[in-house]
């Protein structure tokens, strides 16, 4: 089993900058892939980044195509600890993020149901 716990939301103005973290127990973090999702009132998640274990120490991330070059996601395995750098906000970014895991899954993508653990969400409001 394993918890996740995100922190760092906030309200920012559009242009401004936010990091993300979400804190996980258990031992063997390092063999999770790890993603953030988002979802706005009335919308549904969706996929914002994920960092995927390849086996080793070898890690990939993807984006969704709203948040590339502005989002980058990280993992510190020593702090068992996964975020979120989120760069040039804007408005439609506003959501409340989510943390989740899952592990053991063939190339786990970007749908919600494909992770098996999940924090609480954390409020990521961008004033225009």
């Known amino acids: 089993q394993v918890q996740l716990v995100e922190s760092g939301g906030g309200l920012v103005q559009a242009g401004g900058s936010l990091r993300l973290s979400c804190a996980a127990s258990?031992?063997?973090?390092?063999?999770?892939?790890m993603a953030w999702f988002r979802q706005a009132p009335g919308k549904e998640r969706e996929f914002v980044a994920g960092h995927r274990w390849s086996g080793g120490i070898t890690y990939y991330a993807d984006y969704a195509d709203s948040v590339k070059d502005r989002f980058t996601i990280s993992r510190d395995n020593a702090k068992n600890t996964v975020y979120l750098q989120m760069n040039s906000l804007k408005a439609e970014d506003t959501a409340v993020y989510y943390c989740?895991?899952?592990?053991?899954?063939?190339?786990?993508?970007?749908?919600?149901?494909?992770?098996?653990?999940w924090g609480q969400g954390t409020q990521v409001t961008v004033s225009s």
């Open positions: 258990g031992r063997t973090f390092s063999h999770y892939d």
């Open positions: 989740a895991a899952t592990r053991g899954r063939v190339a786990p993508g970007p749908r919600p149901h494909e992770y098996d653990y």
